[in-house]
């Protein structure tokens, strides 16, 4: 596919009011309502940049670093920061504003990668390359393409970490740790 849009074209805003079904046991919002919104800014990112179905692939790191009180009006903006072959890596940060006392609090940011994927086929879609106009905007695509190879590299380390695993002698290191083995197992 030789075609390319701009960083601009899909970015886009999300906002929604607090309310009080959204809360939990503690009386803050659920973070799975968050992670609602997040998946759904992600995925209109990614399909109005691909013009294309797409999937969820993974999620990146989601730290919520402050609570969300009912009443607030939560912000998301999403960018697709990078692409490659079928792939989209949309960055979303999260506020949240408290109208009463006029704060506003960065509650977190996120990376979502999504995937473009043939509606007939259902096999990955190549998708739009992305015009990069700022400097940013360059700086976040690179930063994008660092994280996809790292995501890539963990995944490897892990499988093979796992392959190679002594569970004899990793059992006998969990006195260390906040657990016991149940007797008869
Ligand atoms: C995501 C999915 C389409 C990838 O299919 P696949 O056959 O593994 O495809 P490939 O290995 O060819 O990878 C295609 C692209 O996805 C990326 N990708 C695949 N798995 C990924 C993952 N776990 N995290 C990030 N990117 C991933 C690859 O890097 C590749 O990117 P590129 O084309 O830009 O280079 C497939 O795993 C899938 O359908 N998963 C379920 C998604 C879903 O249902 N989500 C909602 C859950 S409720």
Not at 71 to 85: F, I, K, M, P, Q
Not at 138 to 145: C, L
Request: aromatic share 10%; glycine share 6%.
């Amino acid at each position: 596919m030789t075609e390319y849009r701009s960083v601009k074209s899909s970015q886009i805003v999300l906002k929604e009011l607090m309310i009080p079904s959204y809360s939990n046991f503690g009386g803050k919002v659920h973070g799975g309502i968050i992670l609602s919104l997040m998946d759904k800014i992600a995925y209109t990112a990614a399909a109005s940049h691909s013009r294309s179905y797409c999937v969820t692939a993974s999620v990146d790191s989601v730290n919520f670093l402050n609570p969300v009180e009912v009443g607030e009006l939560v912000t998301l903006l999403a960018s697709v920061n990078y692409v490659g072959r079928s792939s989209m890596e949309v960055g979303i940060k999260v506020f949240s504003e408290d109208f009463k006392k006029g704060v506003n609090k960065h509650t977190n940011t996120s990376y979502f990668t999504m995937v473009a994927v043939d509606e007939h086929t259902r096999k990955p879609a190549p998708v739009p390359g992305l015009i990069l106009e700022e400097e940013i905007e360059v700086k976040r695509f690179i930063w994008g393409k660092f994280r996809k190879k790292y995501r890539g590299e963990y995944k490897e380390q892990f499988k093979t970490l796992r392959r190679n695993l002594d569970i004899a002698c990793e059992t006998a290191l969990l006195h260390e740790e906040n657990c016991k083995i149940a007797t008869g197992k």
